[in-house]
Nanobody, 122 residues
Framework: QVQLVESGGGLVQARDPLRLSCAASGLTFSSYTMGWFRQAPGPEREFAAAITWSGGRTYSTDSIKGRFTISRDNAKNTVYLQMNSLKPEDTAVYYC???????????????WGQGTQVTVSS
């Protein structure tokens, strides 16, 4: 049974840093592209960042470039999202996901965590 468990969310002030973690189990972690998505109140889940199985390539949406960094530790089966210079518009539920392919679409990802809330106050 695949499990992705996010942690590290919370309430922070604008410009504060925050690091999210996602611990994976039940899959060969080092074989999967790992991604972070986020969903503000509303129907759409937005791609944030992804990292390939080896960590050799990362990609992210323009709104977070230069502020957020995705990384992974295959020995710990964990992926991270370091978020710096947070803005109120970054407020969302952040989801970790695993993909057997590469992609930025929700449909590219096979497994999902339950999400962790990040709230940024101004």
């Amino acid at each position: 049974q695949v499990q992705l468990v996010e942690s590290g969310g919370g309430l922070v002030q604008a410009r504060d840093p925050l690091r999210l973690s996602c611990a994976a189990s039940g899959l060969t972690f080092s074989s999967y592209t790992m991604g972070w998505f986020r969903q503000a109140p509303g129907p759409e889940r937005e791609f944030a960042a992804a990292i390939t199985w080896s960590g050799g390539r990362t990609y992210s949406t323009d709104s977070i470039k230069g502020r957020f960094t995705i990384s992974r530790d295959n020995a710990k089966n964990t992926v991270y999202l370091q978020m710096n210079s947070l803005k109120p518009e970054d407020t969302a539920v952040y989801y970790c996901a695993a993909s057997g392919r590469r992609g930025t679409m929700v449909s590219d990802y096979d497994y999902w965590g339950q999400g962790t809330q990040v709230t940024v106050s101004s």
